[in-house]
């Protein structure tokens, strides 16, 4: 059985099942883009004393989940999510969703993942699909970061559903609770809360040293550091995974700078305050200065670059890109609402 | 980024499946292009992938100089650390760690070694010997 269920491609895979769902459920508005500000995507944080994969834990997104979360909140559609301990419990209630006509997402690991290429194989349990039909014990896979879709059997799909490790999916699935048509009225003030929360997140004071803005100067000054405290190689390896976690762990730094400045283009759209527009040009320029400091971290950890002065170029990005940001969030805090 | 600088180095994922990029065009406004991949990505992953391999190097030699059981080798052949080991195999952290010792793990019973076999998809005799099968 299979649902009529259109496959969207996206570049980050938690907005990309959020459109999808929602697409499939009524809401005719929303984008990528739009999902990923009314979620309030956007975030930074490092975390100081824990490592992942023997490097520094660094995130440019908010805890996975939470953009589906947001985005079903602020358009008043109710949700269902569930966690399971049991394997057959789990495939009993997706069969089960499957048969009243729901495509759902899940939360996967992507070791296991099949049509992964296996460099791109690593224990990270934060990754999302759609499920969209089942015919003779296999599946119908929508990766929104894939171009078409996939076909998984039973046993791969639990693998993936159970994966262990951190941030484990114990086979939690969500959907739209009811299909239902959102007013522009409600986009509008969608997108209002969506921005006033992403301004929270990255600039209050509350947030601390390590999150948000503030988090993006204390890497820079870190990564200063980093070359005396660890020594070449390490210091190097600390890099890279400072790029994967940036561009490759769901387009992290530069990619989400140029999703939030297509938002606020689209926000435009429904609420048309040219500072909008100005603000969105700030973004694409953070951006831009995430990709070159990419870059040049790349001319370290590929070892062309490596002297002290090689490394305070690469802090300094950071610290241009918080000033940046800083401004663009202050900007958008200060925006009157009509 | 501009639309046209999108890069197009061909990497891993690539050659499966291209990636969407936001890009603005020559007004300024917002569209999406497909990517074939970064260099800059790519070598990120590479260096990644050369720390797994100097770890499980590193581990091999230790198992051979019979500092570590052969679980710490497979451990860092499946990219896994205590805490995933401990998850699929059902077994405690504190449990995973006393089962790198070579002495704890030549006395475990089958009904144990089996459950790491299974979690790293091995005969028992491959995971005793250290045997790798690369189907």
Same mark, same amino acid.
């Given at each position: 059985m299979k649902l009529d269920f259109n496959h969207i491609q996206a570049a980050h895979c938690e907005n990309g099942v959020t459109v999808g769902? +929602?697409?499939?459920?009524?809401?005719?508005?929303?984008?990528?883009?739009l999902a990923f500000g009314i979620g309030a995507g956007l975030f930074f944080v490092y975390i100081p004393f824990l490592k992942i994969n023997n490097g520094p834990v660094i995130a440019f997104r908010s805890m996975p989940g939470l953009i589906f979360k947001r985005v079903c909140?602020? +358009?008043?559609?109710?949700?269902?999510? #569930?966690?399971?301990?049991?394997?057959?419990?789990?495939?009993?209630?997706?069969?089960?969703?499957?048969?009243?006509?729901?495509?759902?997402?899940? /939360?996967v690991g992507v070791y296991y993942l099949p049509y992964f290429p296996k460099e791109y194989r690593f224990h990270f349990n934060a990754h999302n699909l759609i499920v969209f039909g089942t015919e003779d014990g296999n599946y119908m896979v929508s990766d929104p970061v894939m171009e078409g879709t996939n076909i998984m059997s039973a046993y791969e799909l639990e693998r993936v559903r159970f994966a262990k490790g951190a941030l484990a999916p114990n086979g939690q699935l969500y959907y739209p609770k009811e299909s239902k048509p959102v007013t522009d009225e409600q986009m509008v003030s969608a997108i209002k809360s969506g921005i006033k929360r992403n301004v929270f997140n990255m600039i209050s004071p509350l947030m601390g040293p390590v999150a948000g803005v503030n988090g993006i100067?204390?890497?820079?000054?870190?990564?200063?550091?980093?070359?005396?405290?660890?020594? /070449?190689?390490?210091?190097?390896?600390?890099?890279?995974?400072?790029?994967?976690?940036q561009e490759e762990i769901g387009t992290g730094g530069g990619g989400f700078r140029y999703i939030y400045g297509a938002f606020l283009q689209e926000a435009h759209a429904y609420i048309p305050n040219d500072d909008l527009?100005?603000?969105?040009? /700030?973004?694409?320029?953070?951006?831009? +200065?995430?990709?070159?400091?990419?870059?040049?971290?790349?001319?370290?950890?590929?070892?062309?670059?490596?002297?002290?002065?090689?490394?305070?170029?690469?802090?300094?990005? +950071?610290?241009?890109?918080?000033?940046?940001?800083? #401004?663009?969030?202050?900007?958008?805090?200060?925006?009157k609402w009509q | 980024m501009k639309k046209e600088d999108v890069p197009q180095d061909l990497g891993a994922l690539g050659k499966i499946t291209k990636e969407v990029c936001y890009a603005t065009d020559e007004n300024g406004k917002y569209t999406t292009e497909l990517s074939n991949g970064w260099d800059v990505k790519t070598t990120a992953l590479d260096t990644a992938w050369q720390n797994v391999e100097e770890r499980i190097a590193t581990a091999k030699q230790k198992v051979l100089n019979k500092e570590a059981s052969p679980i710490l080798f497979f451990m860092e052949k499946s990219l896994m650390d205590i805490e995933?080991?401990?998850?699929?195999?059902?077994?405690?952290?504190?449990?995973?760690?006393?089962?790198?010792?070579?002495?704890?793990? !030549?006395?475990?019973?089958?009904?144990?070694?089996?459950?790491?076999?299974?979690?790293? !998809?091995?005969?028992?005799?491959?995971?005793?010997?250290?045997t790798i099968n690369e189907a």
């Open positions: 769902l +929602l697409k499939n459920s009524g809401v005719k508005q929303i984008t990528e883009p909140k602020a +358009l008043d559609i109710p949700i269902v999510r #569930k966690k399971f301990s049991s394997k057959e419990a789990a495939e009993k209630f997706l069969n089960d969703c499957l048969a009243e006509g729901n495509p759902v997402g899940c /939360q100067t204390y890497t820079g000054k870190k990564i200063k550091k980093w070359r005396n405290k660890l020594g /070449q190689k390490e210091a190097g390896s600390y890099l890279a995974q400072l790029v994967r976690m527009l100005g603000i969105s040009a /700030q973004f694409t320029a953070s951006g831009d +200065l995430w990709r070159e400091g990419a870059i040049q971290a790349a001319g370290i950890y590929k070892g062309r670059l490596g002297s002290q002065e090689d490394f305070n170029v690469m802090g300094d990005y +950071l610290l241009q890109i918080a000033e940046i940001e800083r #401004k663009a969030f202050v900007a958008l805090k200060n925006i | 995933i080991l401990a998850g699929y195999t059902g077994f405690w952290q504190w449990q995973v760690k006393r089962h790198l010792k070579p002495d704890v793990f !030549n006395s475990l019973p089958e009904q144990k070694l089996k459950k790491y076999a299974e979690a790293f !998809n091995l005969s028992l005799a491959d995971l005793k010997t250290m």
